[in-house]
């Protein structure tokens, strides 16, 4: 289950309401899907989005979002060091940033204007949308 960490005040948030509740107060979008025998670890991009075609449909019918794909990142990924860095730096999108955790962790930063920066840290079967425009960036915990 995610959890948050604010470092400038020295919070952490680790019970699910209260984790639910702060993330509502940025429209930030949590969720946990179910992960039992949906996939083998060596599924292919289009084995995962079938596996998980209901939640996808749902999340696009109320997102209005069209299209859905895959980022495998293993140790393994061609340019991994490059993607990490990129990753790593702050930006913002024009449009929602939807991200499901299948295996490994992570962690996403988030910089609101008015509050501190918080930290999302992500597991296998989180499910974290961040709005646009929202300053955020992302790094792999070191399990990727």
């Known amino acids: 289950m995610a959890w948050i960490r604010i470092d400038q005040t020295e919070?952490?948030?680790k019970d699910e309401s209260e984790v639910r509740a702060f993330l509502d107060r940025y429209n930030i979008r949590?969720?946990?899907?179910p992960l039992e025998d949906r996939v083998s670890p060596d599924a292919s991009p289009e084995e995962i989005l079938e596996a998980y075609a209901p939640e996808i449909e749902r999340l696009k019918e109320a997102g209005g979002y069209?299209?859905?794909?895959?980022v495998a990142i293993t140790?393994?990924?061609p340019g991994l060091q490059e993607l990490i860095v990129k990753f790593g730096?702050?930006?913002?999108?024009?449009?929602?940033?939807i991200r499901f955790t299948l295996q490994g962790?992570?962690?996403?930063?988030?910089n609101p204007e008015t509050d501190p920066v918080f930290a999302i840290y992500v597991e296998a079967g989180d499910l974290l949308g961040v709005p646009a425009g929202a300053r955020h960036w992302f790094l792999l915990c070191e399990d990727h």
Not at 30 to 33: L, P, S
Not at 89 to 97: A, G, I, K, L, M
Not at 105 to 110: A, D, K, P
């Open 89 to 97: 730096q702050e930006h913002t999108h024009s449009e929602d940033e």
């Open 66 to 70: 069209t299209t859905a794909d895959v």
């Open 105 to 110: 962790r992570g962690v996403f930063y988030i």
């Open 11 to 13: 919070t952490e948030l």
């Open 30 to 33: 949590y969720e946990r899907w």
């Open 75 to 77: 140790p393994e990924t």
